[in-house]
């Protein structure tokens, strides 16, 4: 079992849909969550930070389920400029200091007019 | 501060040859990662460093490839020997961690594309 999975995608939605990605990881030692988001031929960017209780940015909200090991991010009121890879990324922390960053394939999302 | 900067930006080289990597993380960051992506695929973890300090290397870090961060700055990405299944995105990623932050974000270079022909 890869140590963090997402949907496959690609996900195909029209302007203004609201659309979610899933993302499980395997390592119940995992304590840090991230989205990133990466455009064609671009570096990752941090979209968000996932904490416990979930958080909202925007249009965009990210939930932590710590007993299924599962993480989701919804996008509401889709828009153009949304279309890019969404990277789910994990990290274990040992004894209190971050370890590695490990990242899913990645969900695309094209968002069309 | 001018984020993570990856040098060079494109690499060309002939199957054989070595090849190096710069990486100048963000100044005050004292976590730097390495992470190799290929078309198709998430950012696939190849090794990072605490200041000065190698913490762990991935199994996809063969014996050709090596990497330093001699005085906890900068870091360099070698490969010796390169093939054709090397060819790919080389990602640099900074972030400061401490035993009081439990949450520290990465922030990424724009990578060396290499290509080996």
């Known amino acids: 079992r890869k140590e963090v999975e997402q949907d496959p995608g690609p996900f195909n939605v029209p302007e203004g849909a609201t659309v979610a990605f899933n993302c499980t990881y395997s390592?119940?030692?995992?304590?840090?969550f991230f989205w990133y988001r990466q455009d064609c031929r671009k570096e990752p960017k941090l979209l968000m930070s996932?904490?416990?209780s979930g958080n909202e940015d925007g249009r965009f909200t990210a939930q932590l389920n710590r007993a299924s090991q599962y993480i989701s991010l919804l996008i509401r009121d889709s828009k153009l400029s949304d279309s890019a890879t969404y990277l789910c990324?994990?990290?274990?922390?040992?004894?209190?200091?971050?370890?590695?960053?490990?990242f899913g394939k990645g969900t695309k999302l094209s968002v069309k007019p | 501060d001018t984020g993570v900067s990856q040098n060079p930006r494109h690499k060309i080289t002939k199957r054989g040859q070595n090849v190096t990597f710069r990486c100048d993380p963000i100044?005050?960051?004292?976590?730097l990662y390495w992470y190799r992506q290929t078309l198709g695929q998430g950012p696939e973890f190849l090794t990072y460093?605490?200041?000065?300090?190698?913490?762990?290397k991935s199994r996809l870090l063969s014996d050709r490839f090596s990497a330093e961060r001699p005085k906890g700055s900068f870091s360099t990405l070698e490969i010796q020997r390169t093939e054709q299944g090397d060819s790919a995105m080389y990602l640099c990623?900074?972030?400061?961690?401490?035993?009081?932050?439990?949450?520290?974000?990465?922030?990424f270079g724009q990578g060396t594309r290499l290509t080996v022909v």
């Open positions: 990623a900074s972030s400061f961690t401490s035993s009081n932050i439990m949450r520290a974000e990465a922030f």
């Open positions: 460093f605490q200041n000065e300090a190698q913490l762990e």
């Open positions: 390592n119940s030692a995992s304590q840090s």
């Open positions: 996932v904490y416990s």
């Open positions: 100044s005050e960051h004292n976590r």
């Open positions: 990324v994990v990290n274990i922390n040992y004894g209190g200091s971050q370890g590695n960053l490990i």
